[in-house]
Structure formats: C-alpha cells, structure tokens
C-alpha cells in the first residue's frame, strides 16, 4: 500500500539558514507522481513541484531544491537561506498512476518556523 | 483571475444539523476533489469527482454526500451522520487525472457547537 512518511514534526531555524524536509515515499507502483505543497497559515495550500518516477533529475527553483533518490525512496526538499515568509507546514505527497488508487496520498506534514 | 473558491469561509452548525460546503473552479478542469485536515494531520480524501455526473467515495466519505451537476461546481454535504465533523476542508481540482496537479482553494473551516 502507498503510504508517504515526513519523520521531522516541527523545524525551526534561524533566517538566513539552509535546512531540509525529508520524505520517503513507498509504493509498489513503477509509475507515480510526487508532490510538495506549502500551507501557510492562512490555510490554503500552495503547490510546488511535481516529479514523475522516471525523472531523478534534481530540481532548483531560486532558493529551492528537490533532491529525488529512487533508490532510497526519498524525495526532499531544501531551502536556502531560509526566510521568515517561509514559515508554513509543508507536505509531500505521493500519487500513483498503475494501481487505481485515485487520490493523492499525504504525508502529515513538517512545521517550519523561521526565526528572525 | 482563474482559480477555486470555496465559501463560507468560516461555518458553525449546531449538531443534528446537515451543511453544505461550496466549491467553485473556473479553471476548466474536469476533475475536482474533497479533503478533511485535522489539526496536525495530513489531509484525508472524502470524495473525488473526475467528470460531470460521476463521483467516488474517498477513504472516509461516512457521514459526507456530494454532487456534480456542473463542471465549475462540487458541493459537500457534511450530514447528521457525521460524528465528528469539526475540521477544516480543503476542495482541489485538477485538469484531467488524479495524476495531475491538483490545486487548493483557501479551505472551509467547520465548527459544530
């Protein structure tokens, strides 16, 4: 069964650092589709990135970077130089296309607090 | 300005009572879905619609019912039966498959007396 693990409850830092959300994904599929999404406080969540199973390239987008590691089941998420607007939950989540499972599935989420 | 709107944004039902929670998109997008978020949870699928006319149970639609008249629209109905319906709901579309990007409307947050 699929399922998506984000170990790290809560982060905080202090502005300016780098730090990284984990998640390790699993799944029996050889085709699927992996998710970041940010939920600030207001509540809505914003997404940021998509990554299909067959592209491991790793992704930066200005101060963010995904680093997809099949072989570990892994797909994580680095910020640099942190800022306090980063400050949200953020939630990793899995979708896959073989077995019919027509939903995403979601990890609980990280809360990270950016510190002035 | 394309996007989902959800509404009331903020909602309190007195127990016994059914309520329905709006969901509009105007992205053109054949797929829409609802999402239950308890506080320091994940977010749990209720039900998902992929074409007019057609829905399915998510992994706790108990105590939930919705329709799909209109592409633009899928309203949830949190009934009596719901036993614990206090939480904040999230409704998301996405073009075609659940495969696709979904994207979020600002939530629903729903409070029973």
């Known amino acids: 069964a699929q399922k998506v693990t984000q170990a790290q409850t809560e982060i905080s830092v202090v502005e300016k650092e780098d730090v990284t959300l984990d998640c390790v994904y699993e799944t029996r599929d050889t085709t699927y589709y992996l998710f970041w999404y940010k939920q600030p406080p207001s509540g809505e969540l914003v997404f940021l990135i998509r990554?299909?199973?067959?592209?491991?390239q790793n992704e930066i987008s200005g101060r963010y970077s995904w680093n997809f590691q099949k072989s570990t089941s892994s797909f994580n998420f680095t910020i640099t130089a942190s800022q306090v607007v980063d400050s949200a939950v953020y939630f990793c989540a899995l979708s896959e296309a073989d077995t019919g499972r027509r939903a995403l599935t979601f990890g609980s989420g990280t809360r990270l607090q950016v510190q002035p | 300005d394309g996007g989902i709107t959800q509404s009331p944004k903020y909602l309190f039902r007195k127990e016994g009572q059914n309520v329905t929670l709006s969901c509009e998109q105007n992205?053109?997008?054949?797929?829409m879905y609802w999402y239950r978020q308890d506080p320091g949870q994940g977010l749990r699928l209720i039900y998902y619609?992929?074409?007019?006319?057609?829905?399915q149970k998510g992994d706790i639609a108990e105590g939930y019912s919705v329709s799909r008249e209109k592409k633009e629209s899928f309203p949830l109905t949190v009934t009596s039966a719901q036993k614990n319906p206090t939480a904040f709901y999230l409704c998301a579309s996405s073009k075609q498959r659940y495969t696709d990007t979904q994207y979020f409307g600002p939530g629903t947050r729903l409070t029973v007396l």
């Open positions: 992205l053109n997008h054949d797929a």
């Open positions: 619609s992929q074409i007019v006319n057609d829905f």
């Open positions: 990554r299909n199973s067959f592209d491991e």
